[in-house]
Nanobody
Framework: QVHLAESGGGLVQAGGSLRLSCAAS????????MSWFRQAPGKEREFVSG???????FYADSVKGRFTISRDRAKTTMYLQMTNLKPEDKAVYYC?????????????????WGQGTQVTVSS
């Protein structure tokens, strides 16, 4: 049974930073791509950042230059370092394990999801 658990969310002022973690268990996740998605109230879930099996990273234009994704294969943990946070970054952030080794922006291509962690940015 695969289990993904996010942590690190919270309340931060605009311009501040947070680091999200996603701890995975139950599967050798190194064979798969992993990504971060977010969902704000009343909006669809959107791709934020992803890392392929080979280590290639991808970012949504809205977070490029501010967020950094990384993956600790030994600890089977994925991270999202978020800097210069903006009020529009407020959302529930989810980590997800893809069904393949390539990053896709389509949430339907992800097999496993965490429960989400809330990020709130005050102006």
């Amino acid at each position: 049974q695969v289990h993904l658990a996010e942590s690190g969310g919270g309340l931060v002022q605009a311009g501040g930073s947070l680091r999200l973690s996603c701890a995975a268990s139950g599967l050798t996740i190194n064979s798969y791509a992993m990504s971060w998605f977010r969902q704000a109230p009343g909006k669809e879930r959107e791709f934020v950042s992803g890392v392929s099996r080979s280590g290639n990273t991808f970012y949504a234009d809205s977070v490029k230059g501010r967020f950094t994704i990384s993956r600790d294969r030994a600890k089977t943990t994925m991270y999202l370092q978020m800097t210069n946070l903006k009020p529009e970054d407020k959302a529930v952030y989810y980590c997800a394990l893809a069904s393949g080794f390539l990053v896709t922006f389509n949430p339907n291509q992800y097999t496993y999801w965490g429960q989400g962690t809330q990020v709130t940015v005050s102006s």
